[in-house]
């Protein structure tokens, strides 16, 4: 909207408000303008160079001749203007990186892993940045999102909740301080970084304030599909491709770690037969692995009283017999352990479905990096290679797939 109402107001200024105070301010001198016979003698020459120029083209017999051929220049011109960018002589991108004075470290470890695994994680990549000289300072979060800026909004970092997941905030010294740019520091802290995380089986990604408007990431392919199974089995292929592209970094998907989910089932004859129910097991349950307040601290000081918060330690927790070895008091008053009125079923964790336009979609995401460094080239990199691997149909424009350096299929 801001454009368009842009384009009329132009349109209005181009057409009514500067004619009007042309002839409003040029109207004293208006008069020696005027035709007469010594108008040659007059024109300066500017004037007389312009109308060398445009003459051929307003003759009455060739002028129509020398117009098409004008025509035919300009886009013989514009096509070898188009023939350097294919040919990468000109790389064509969104906009030039800026010299920003921070980047972003964001981890990804399999789902279910421990807080302490990913601070241990977080903590031996923070160690490593502290080594390049440029870094003035950082901030590691473990299980948390950093503070949110605007990068973080559109890519929805305020949702990144879990033991599983980490940030590090990464300040720059001065950029009147340091030789290279922070487009440049990013790039070479990037192998390393994510060397140290793959080995402990997660994901880094450096994340850097772009200097457009920020988008999901700069490669973003979309798979859709009627079977959600089917639809991630594709992903991966396309993933795969991803990273068989040179110069295609931080490839990523939307599809959670697999991971085992064991469900407690309750004998409820058996529990009733012990005075027990099963609301008082899935009360246990809470309670140990969530936790439960048991009193408040009151303060002259505290403003609200303090809950005091008892469960399991974490190595208890993670261990599934000895949540079961817990016991519980029956009506009777006696102590029931757990694991003589449940049976555990093993399972696997169900993904989440992401939804685009009401669609089912799984997301794969990859930047650029190396010599070229724009998206717009890795795009059409990876479209031939799925084309000749037979991957799945692709749409550059449609309705539901929209093309840019933010979107591929």
């Not at 948390?144 to 800026?149: E, Q």
């Not at 979309?222 to 991630?232: A, L, M, N, P, T």
């Not at 918060?309 to 974490?314: C, D, G």
């Given at each position: 909207m801001n454009a368009s109402m842009g384009m009329l107001i132009?349109?209005?200024?181009?057409?009514?408000f500067t004619p009007w105070l042309t002839n409003t301010l040029l109207s004293s001198v208006a008069h020696e303008h005027s035709e007469g016979e010594n108008t040659d003698a007059r024109r300066g020459k500017l004037d007389r160079f312009f109308g060398a120029v445009m003459r051929p083209f307003l003759h009455e017999k060739r002028g129509r001749r020398n117009r098409w051929f004008l025509l035919i220049g300009i886009l013989i011109l514009i096509g070898a203007s188009i023939s350097l960018v294919v040919g990468k002589q000109v790389i064509m991108k969104m906009l030039p990186f800026d010299n920003k004075s921070e980047f972003q470290v964001v981890l990804d470890m399999p789902e279910g892993t421990s807080l302490e695994q990913t601070s241990f994680t977080l903590n031996e990549i923070a160690s490593y940045l502290a080594t390049v000289p440029e870094v003035k300072d950082y901030q590691v979060y473990a299980g948390?999102?950093?503070?949110?800026?605007f990068n973080g909004l559109v890519r929805q970092y305020y949702l990144r909740e879990g033991a599983y997941l980490g940030d590090i905030q990464v300040n720059l010294v001065d950029k009147h301080h340091r030789d290279r740019k922070s487009h440049e520091i990013a790039l070479s802290v990037r192998d390393r970084v994510q060397a140290i995380a793959s080995g402990y089986d997660g994901n880094a990604k450096i994340v850097e304030v772009p200097p457009e408007p920020p988008v999901l990431s700069p490669l973003v392919a979309?798979?859709?599909?009627?079977?959600?199974?089917?639809?991630?089995?594709?992903a991966k292929k396309v993933e795969d491709v991803f990273e068989d592209t040179p110069d295609i970094v931080d490839v990523d998907d939307s599809v959670e770690f697999p991971s085992d989910k064991a469900v407690v089932i309750v004998d409820r004859v058996r529990a009733a037969r012990l005075g027990l129910s099963q609301s008082d097991v899935a009360q246990a349950l809470s309670a140990v692995l969530d936790g439960e307040d048991m009193a408040y601290i009151h303060g002259t000081n505290l403003k609200y009283a303090v809950p005091i918060?008892?469960?399991?330690?974490?190595a208890a927790r993670a261990d599934l017999d000895q949540v079961l070895a817990f016991k519980?008091?029956?009506?009777?008053?006696?102590?029931?352990?757990?694991s003589e009125i449940v049976s555990v079923v093993p399972s696997q964790r169900e993904y989440s479905i992401h939804h685009k336009d009401l669609l089912p979609v799984v997301y794969v995401?990859?930047?650029?990096?190396?010599k070229t460094d724009?998206?717009?080239?890795?795009?059409?990199?990876?479209?031939?290679?799925?084309?000749?691997?037979?991957?799945?149909?692709q749409w550059f424009l449609g309705k539901r797939q929209r093309i840019s350096p933010l979107a591929a299929y």
């Open positions: 132009s349109l209005a200024v181009a057409f009514i948390t999102a950093a503070p949110i800026s979309e798979i859709y599909g009627i079977d959600y199974e089917g639809q991630i089995e594709a918060r008892v469960r399991l330690s974490e519980i008091r029956n009506r009777d008053g006696v102590f029931v352990p757990l995401t990859g930047d650029m990096a190396g724009s998206p717009l080239y890795g795009l059409f990199d990876i479209s031939s290679r799925l084309k000749k691997q037979d991957g799945p149909e």
